[in-house]
């Protein structure tokens, strides 16, 4: 019964963390938002192989440990995905690019493994660092959403659309715009784009 309780306290404090209002506009590139790759051109086991070596003679060794990071998530590993990303993030200059590039990673993976609230929490910290970067209003849109906070969904949807409106309102540009998004996300997004035509938040 104890423990029950400490997992819903985390569960319950997870849903309830905070996240700050949208600002006006989001316009800027965050180069730090892609897919870390130390190695690339091959693939199982020959790939997981060349990671381990790279770590072991310390070449891109942040990179390399959330490469691995991410295969073991992907492959169902989870406990091994979430130490391989702490060690990481650990390794990593708090704010630098590194460490918001793997923090966004790992964002992104647990959000793919149905952990919305932890996915929330990685990606949150990046919106002060970052600044207006514009990833970040349909990101949050789409966790939020996923979350049930749907009012503040919309909220960060209606400051894509304000950064740029004659993309934001048509679902039909999320292939191009969201390129490394599963349709089943796109999908999704289009429901907060359906509910923020409905009712239109006021800026400010």
């Known amino acids: 019964m104890l423990l029950a309780a400490v997992l819903a306290s985390v569960v319950f404090s997870a849903q309830a963390q905070t996240v700050p209002k949208p600002k006006e506009f989001y316009f800027d590139e965050d180069r730090a938002a892609v897919p870390v790759v130390a190695v690339s051109g091959v693939e199982g086991d020959a790939l997981v192989d060349q990671l381990v070596k790279a770590r072991e003679r310390g070449r891109k060794t942040i990179e390399a440990t959330a490469q691995l990071a991410h295969i073991a998530l992907t492959d169902g590993r989870v406990d091994l995905g979430r130490q391989l990303y702490q060690q990481a993030l650990g390794s990593a200059q708090t704010g630098g ?102 009712n239109p938040p006021v800026w400010p």
């Open 97 to 198: 690019t590194q460490w918001r590039s793997v923090s966004w990673n790992y964002g992104w993976d647990l959000y793919r493994l149905g952990e919305y609230p932890a996915a929330l929490q990685q990606w949150t910290p990046l919106i002060a660092v970052v600044g207006g970067a514009s990833w970040v209003p349909p990101t949050l849109a789409l966790v939020l959403w996923k979350m049930g906070r749907k009012d503040e969904a919309v909220q960060w949807y209606g400051a894509a659309v304000r950064t740029e409106p004659l993309l934001w309102t048509d679902a039909r540009n999320y292939a191009t715009l969201l390129p490394g998004w599963r349709q089943e996300d796109r999908d999704t997004l289009a429901e907060v784009l359906g509910a923020w035509q409905t």
